[in-house]
């Protein structure tokens, strides 16, 4: 069964980092495209980012781009997403996903809270 585990929330000041890590079982991650997502309260899931497979591309949505980086390694089997530069607009719950024939799959979600 496919498993995702995302980690690395928390509360920051705006300007300051934080590294969401996503873990992987019962699957190698570095053979499935990536997403990570984020919704913010009151407001519809939102795509942030995502990697191909084997990570030789990735995209990122305008509102992140340039402040943040998708990584992965395939001997944790984890991806990451370096998130720099935060603004309060980035407070949401974040999360990452991977589809397969057989349907979709979302980790539990990691909560980021951007505020001074």
């Known amino acids: 069964q496919l498993q995702l585990v995302e980690s690395g929330g928390g509360l920051v000041k705006p300007g300051e980092s934080l590294r969401l890590s996503c873990g992987a079982s019962?699957?190698?991650?570095?053979?499935?495209?990536i997403a990570w997502f984020r919704q913010a309260p009151g407001k519809e899931l939102e795509g942030v980012s995502c990697?191909?497979?084997?990570?030789?591309?990735?995209n990122y949505g305008d509102s992140v781009k340039g402040r943040f980086t998708m990584s992965g390694d395939a001997s944790k089997n984890t991806v990451y997403l370096q998130m720099n530069s935060l603004k309060p607009e980035d407070t949401a719950v974040y999360y990452c996903?991977?589809?397969?024939?057989?349907?979709?799959?979302w980790g539990q979600g990691t909560q980021v809270t951007v505020s001074s």
């Open positions: 019962g699957f190698r991650l570095d053979y499935y495209a």
């Open positions: 990697i191909s497979s084997g990570g030789n591309t990735a």
């Open positions: 996903n991977t589809q397969d024939g057989w349907g979709a799959y």
